[in-house]
């Protein structure tokens, strides 16, 4: 991954949480989960309006006010665990499965309810990558920026920590976090020091942190 283009980021927003319990510390530009109407809101678990909200902080949430995104990538390793296994419990206990649970348990429901939010039609990539999830989510950016007649992308990356029923399978997200970027391509010939992104929740953890300091370049892999 050596010449993996370096990216910059033009506007950013995470949110941080220790449990479910907890209220999100705010990192950069977040909206406030009132601004997502209560009928959606509804429809909505924990990571998709942890994830919304980093999405509406870095896009205005009126798209006719000219702040569009040339693509919207969605990356999570899990996604809705919990609404899952809200459904998972149903099936076991022979109850009705209620499909309005079931649109918000599939892994591009967040990008989708953006676009709902915004009312706009964005166009939208969902990925899961294991632990390698977020530097998925950058290989994807750079190759709609390097490819794509678009000039900016929008990643959101979102996590929570696994219901106790699955915690025991894997128990390396103990927090729940949420991130926003707004990607373009950095300048050849910047020489500004940049970031690089390592993998899982700890990885994004050192991405807002670098960021928060004004580091405003990242790249995936080896430096170039």
Known sequence: MSNFPRLKVVRWGGLIAATHQTIP?????VVDEAMISSNLRRRMGRLERLA????LGVL???HRQGEQTGEL??????GNVETLETLLCSLYLREPVSPMAFSGSVHNAAPGLVGQIRNERLNHTAIASG????????IESASRLVTEPCSNVTLIYAETGLPALFRELDDSVQCDIAL???LMLAPA??????????DGVEGARQLLDSLESGI???FVGDAS
Do not use: M, P, W, Y
């Open 131 to 138: 632990q390698r999830s977020l530097a998925a989510g950058l």
């Open 52 to 55: 919304a909200r980093c999405a």
């Open 60 to 62: 205005k949430s009126d």
């Open 25 to 29: 510390e705010v990192r950069g530009h």
């Open 73 to 78: 990538i969605f990356c999570s390793r899990f």
């Open 189 to 198: 010939n910047d020489s500004n020091s940049a970031i690089r992104v390592t």
């Open 216 to 218: 405003s370049q990242l």
């Open 180 to 182: 926003g970027l707004r």
